[in-house]
């Protein structure tokens, strides 16, 4: 199976355009929520997630729409250019049931194409207790992290949770998502966990996930997209 999560990372003031190209391609499933970016200027040019109101959107789509929707970015919005915004696929591993993974592909058909053994970019998510991500961020900035974006959440776990991880899931969360170099995604991960972790005030708890194409960063990335048979 090929599918991918596409998030993209914009300004507000861009969601309207970035949602009509959504919108033209006719992806059957498209989400949006809201966040603050969190680089300081000097990370600008090259995470353009400065301190400012973000949109984020989702969508799943095949292999050959994450090409064509990065494409069809890069036209509308030039979302290759740092300071458009931010796109990143994610690849997925499976989707529950027929019907559902019909109606996502639209009945497309998926598969081919060489599977991507190797990830220039990692998704870090870093859950912690509301109020923290300043703190967390200035530890993942200094570790290498170029910025972020936070998303407000609520928890809505077990005691469960503080048994087995020694944190409590409250009712009020902040998620932050930093996009890294797979090489810098260790030593991100691990200064945020030894400063901020469960038995700190931030109780941060972080995982990471593949990133096959990224835009918006530099220039898009074209070892997803040559990756063919």
Same mark, same amino acid.
Do not use: W
């Given at each position: 199976?090929?599918?991918?999560?596409?998030?993209?990372?914009?300004?507000?003031?861009?969601?309207?355009?970035?949602? &009509?190209?959504?919108?033209?391609?006719?992806?059957?499933?498209?989400?949006?929520?809201?966040?603050?970016?969190?680089?300081?200027?000097?990370?600008?040019?090259? %995470?353009?997630?400065?301190?400012?109101?973000?949109?984020?959107? %989702?969508?799943? &789509?095949?292999?050959?729409?994450?090409?064509?929707?990065?494409?069809?970015?890069?036209?509308?919005? %030039?979302?290759?250019?740092?300071? !458009?915004?931010?796109?990143?696929?994610?690849?997925?591993?499976?989707?529950?049931?027929? /019907?559902?993974?019909?109606?996502?592909?639209?009945?497309?058909?998926?598969?081919?194409?060489?599977?991507?053994? +190797?990830?220039?970019? +990692?998704?870090?998510?870093?859950?912690?207790?509301?109020?923290?991500?300043?703190?967390?961020?200035?530890?993942?900035?200094?570790?290498?992290?170029?910025?972020?974006?936070?998303?407000?959440?609520?928890?809505?776990?077990?005691?469960?949770?503080?048994?087995?991880?020694?944190? /409590?899931? &409250?009712?009020?969360?902040?998620?932050?998502?930093?996009? /890294?170099?797979?090489?810098?995604?260790?030593?991100?991960?691990?200064?945020?966990?030894?400063?901020?972790?469960?038995?700190?005030?931030?109780? &941060?708890?972080?995982?990471?996930?593949?990133? /096959?194409?990224?835009?918006?960063?530099?220039?898009?990335?074209?070892?997803?997209?040559?990756?063919? !048979?």
């Amino acid at each position: 199976m090929e599918l991918y999560l596409v998030m993209s990372i914009v300004d507000r003031k861009k969601a309207d355009t970035m949602d &009509a190209i959504l919108q033209d391609m006719n992806f059957s499933l498209v989400l949006e929520n809201l966040g603050i970016g969190t680089a300081t200027s000097e990370h600008l040019l090259l %995470y353009d997630l400065q301190e400012s109101e973000k949109a984020v959107f %989702y969508t799943i &789509a095949t292999r050959k729409s994450v090409q064509d929707l990065f494409l069809y970015a890069e036209e509308k919005m %030039y979302i290759d250019i740092p300071g !458009n915004g931010i796109m990143m696929s994610i690849p997925l591993k499976s989707i529950c049931g027929g /019907s559902n993974l019909e109606y996502i592909t639209q009945c497309q058909k998926i598969g081919g194409g060489k599977p991507i053994m +190797e990830f220039k970019h +990692e998704l870090i998510i870093v859950i912690i207790k509301e109020g923290h991500s300043d703190e967390v961020m200035e530890f993942a900035r200094a570790a290498g992290a170029g910025g972020g974006t936070v998303i407000h959440a609520k928890g809505t776990g077990t005691a469960e949770v503080k048994k087995f991880l020694g944190v /409590s899931i &409250a009712p009020n969360k902040d998620m932050i998502y930093i996009l /890294s170099p797979s090489d810098k995604k260790t030593e991100i991960m691990t200064t945020i966990s030894e400063n901020c972790g469960k038995d700190k005030p931030a109780e &941060a708890f972080c995982f990471s996930l593949p990133v /096959s194409a990224v835009a918006g960063i530099r220039e898009i990335s074209t070892d997803f997209f040559n990756n063919e !048979n």
